[in-house]
C-alpha cells in the first residue's frame, strides 16, 4: 500500500489506519482519479479556506496518497485525525480525515 515508503511513513500511516474517526466532516473532497499530488493540492485549498478545528474527508484511488500526505501534513498546521484504506472498493479507495489547525 505504502510502496516505497521510508519506514517511519510506513509505521505512522500503520498507527493511523488503526486510529477511529469521530463524527463527520465539515468539508469533503473527492479526488478520487487524481494522481498525487493533486489530492494534496485540493485539500491545501480547503485547509486555507476551512475554521481552525474544521475536519476534512479526502476520499481518493492514488496508492500514494497516504504517504505523501504523512510527509506533507508534517509541516502544515493541521493533523491527520485517521486513515482508511477500502479494499473492497475498485478501485482501492484511500479516505483521510484531517483536522484544520490554527490560522
Same mark, same amino acid.
Given at each position: 500500500?505504502?510502496?516505497?515508503?521510508?519506514?517511519?511513513?510506513? $509505521? $505512522?500511516?500503520?498507527?493511523?489506519?488503526?486510529?477511529?474517526?469521530?463524527?463527520?466532516?465539515?468539508?469533503?473532497?473527492?479526488?478520487?482519479?487524481?494522481?498525487?499530488p493533486?489530492?494534496?493540492?485540493?485539500?491545501?485549498?480547503?485547509?486555507?479556506?476551512?475554521?481552525?478545528?474544521?475536519?476534512?474527508?479526502?476520499d481518493?484511488?492514488?496508492?500514494? %496518497? %497516504?504517504?505523501?500526505?504523512?510527509r506533507?501534513?508534517?509541516?502544515?498546521?493541521?493533523?491527520?485525525?485517521?486513515?482508511?484504506?477500502? $479494499?473492497? $472498493?475498485?478501485?482501492?479507495? %484511500?479516505?483521510?480525515w484531517?483536522?484544520?489547525?490554527?490560522?
Amino acid at each position: 500500500m505504502t510502496g516505497n515508503a521510508p519506514a517511519e511513513i510506513t $509505521e $505512522e500511516v500503520a498507527a493511523l489506519l488503526a486510529s477511529p474517526g469521530s463524527g463527520p466532516p465539515d468539508h469533503k473532497i473527492d479526488a478520487r482519479g487524481l494522481l498525487c499530488p493533486l489530492p494534496i493540492v485540493h485539500l491545501s485549498r480547503c485547509l486555507r479556506l476551512a475554521e481552525p478545528g474544521q475536519r476534512i474527508q479526502v476520499d481518493a484511488t492514488d496508492p500514494g %496518497f %497516504f504517504p505523501d500526505l504523512v510527509r506533507w501534513i508534517r509541516v502544515r498546521n493541521a493533523r491527520i485525525e485517521c486513515l482508511r484504506h477500502v $479494499e473492497n $472498493e475498485q478501485p482501492q479507495l %484511500f479516505q483521510a480525515w484531517v483536522i484544520n489547525g490554527a490560522p
